[in-house]
């Protein structure tokens, strides 16, 4: 599917062109992320897969300091906060150019790391239901923010799939949430649909057919599906051995028009970006 839209983000004054899908690199510094491998929490580690993924072409880090798994437990302001401090310092330290991504539902968290780390967006799987001043507080920062669709919490939102209609609905959380950014200034949107968060196996794979349908609301879009269940559970598997269910689907998001990934796995994200483009791009 081509598109026709040429979508820009303005991250702190760098234009980001999305006429290409780009690709956002996962850096966790959690200590229980559902993808072991991708847990990194010393200063090495963390810096050596930042060079790693920006040496293989992503064009985002995307560092998060609360895992979202499904029944992820709770963890306060503080541990949240000590966790990204150093990393995030690091980072700037040594890659000072690089386009930083934060995943937080956490308005204080949102406004700390953009104050003192220059952090360019913010990622909030929550999409504005757990922190009533976020939106207002992107607005304020002129952050580009990443809304995502959830129902409930990490802790309770696999209880929560019962949907009237799931596209419907999704469609609706976004144009309901979009008119309120908007409003208050917000300028750099970005949709995830928020594969695993509220949905059943089959209800990410219709998720996923028709994502083309975000398009008509008018932002571009990000998908997430980088290791997670609905891929390892239908193959039986686990997360470390869902890297080609992974590239099968970002190729099915790319060619349903998905502007950017964000994956654990950043060569074989961009392979698939080329492929895809040379496909579509073909008289």
């Known amino acids: 599917m081509k598109t026709d839209v040429a979508y820009q983000l303005n991250l702190g004054g760098k234009l980001l062109d999305l006429s290409t899908p780009k690709?956002?690199?996962?850096?966790?510094?959690?200590?229980?992320?559902?993808?072991?491998?991708?847990?990194?929490?010393?200063?090495?580690?963390?810096?050596?897969?930042?060079?790693?993924?920006?040496?293989?072409?992503?064009?985002?880090?995307?560092?998060?300091?609360?895992?979202?798994?499904?029944?992820?437990?709770?963890?306060?302001?503080?541990?949240?906060?000590?966790?990204?401090?150093s990393p995030l310092k690091a980072i700037r330290k040594h890659f000072s150019e690089t386009i930083l991504s934060v995943d937080t539902f956490r308005s204080s968290i949102a406004r700390y790391v953009v104050e003192e780390f220059g952090v360019q967006m913010i990622n909030d799987v929550s999409g504005g239901t757990l922190d009533n001043e976020m939106f207002e507080t992107v607005a304020?920062?002129?952050v580009a923010y990443v809304l995502m669709h959830m129902r409930g919490t990490p802790e309770t939102m696999q209880q929560l799939t019962d949907y009237e209609n799931?596209?419907?609905?999704?469609?609706?959380?976004?144009?309901?949430?979009?008119?309120?950014?908007?409003?208050?200034?917000?300028?750099?949107?970005?949709?995830?649909?928020?594969?695993?968060?509220?949905?059943?196996?089959d209800q990410n794979y219709e998720l996923l057919s028709k994502i083309s349908y975000l398009k008509e609301l008018g932002f571009p879009i990000l998908a997430g599906v980088s290791r997670k269940s609905m891929i390892y559970n239908l193959l039986e598997t686990t997360p470390g051995n869902a890297l080609?269910?992974?590239?099968?689907?970002?190729?099915?998001?790319?060619?349903?028009?998905?502007?950017?990934?964000?994956?654990?796995?950043?060569?074989?994200?961009?392979?698939?970006v080329k492929i895809v483009q040379k496909y579509l791009n073909q008289p």
């Open 23 to 85: 690709v956002m690199a996962i850096i966790n510094v959690t200590p229980d992320s559902f993808y072991s491998i991708s847990r990194m929490l010393s200063e090495k580690e963390i810096l050596t897969n930042v060079e790693k993924a920006l040496q293989e072409g992503a064009s985002i880090i995307d560092m998060g300091g609360y895992s979202t798994r499904p029944s992820a437990k709770q963890i306060s302001e503080g541990e949240e906060l000590e966790r990204l401090k």
């Open 244 to 272: 080609n269910g992974t590239t099968v689907l970002n190729t099915l998001a790319l060619l349903n028009g998905v502007n950017i990934l964000r994956v654990h796995d950043v060569q074989e994200a961009m392979e698939a």
């Open 140 to 142: 304020n920062l002129n």
């Open 166 to 201: 799931l596209m419907s609905d999704v469609l609706h959380f976004f144009e309901k949430r979009v008119a309120q950014l908007i409003h208050l200034g917000v300028k750099d949107i970005l949709l995830d649909p928020g594969f695993g968060f509220a949905k059943t196996l």
